[in-house]
């Protein structure tokens, strides 16, 4: 014997949040890096690069921006050693769904992204710059 009413023959799911949010997958335009930010390592200009390309920064507003802007300068300092910025950036990198942990709290998820060309030249090209600047910070020490 069961508790409680019987369950609707055509159940309806209720628990869908009403500010969730469906992000297009493609990478927007973006904003180029403002050169009055005095931005000096690679690490930085990449971090910039990623965030103002990718597709939560389709819906930002002029304060996000704003955000990103001072990211970037934690970011840079970061890689220029100052390695106990690294939970600052963490903390506000959350706020934008860096991760897919911090994407779920958020709601927030991607279109379907099958057949979109992953590899493309630019990548690569950052990927070794991100090498070769590691290479750098490891070996300072």
């Known amino acids: 014997m069961t508790r409680g009413p019987r369950p609707k023959d ?4 209720r628990n869908k949040h009403e500010h969730a949010q469906t992000l297009s997958s493609s990478t927007t335009e973006g904003r180029a890096l403002p050169p009055g930010l005095g931005i000096k390592t690679a690490g930085a200009r ?21 955000e990103l802007e001072i990211t970037v300068k934690l970011v840079d300092a970061f890689y220029g050693g100052d390695v106990k910025l690294a939970g600052e950036i ?34 690569e090209r950052m990927a070794d ?3 070769e600047e590691l290479f750098r910070l490891l070996n300072d020490t």
């Open 10 to 13: 055509n159940a309806v799911r």
């Open 46 to 66: 990449r971090f910039w690069r990623t965030w103002a390309t990718s597709p939560q920064a389709a819906n930002w507003a002029e304060t996000d921006w704003a």
């Open 90 to 123: 963490r903390q506000r990198v959350a706020k934008w769904g860096a991760t897919t942990e911090d994407r779920s709290r958020l709601r927030m998820s991607f279109e379907d992204t099958k057949g979109q060309n992953q590899g493309d030249e630019t990548t």
């Open 129 to 131: 710059d991100m090498d």
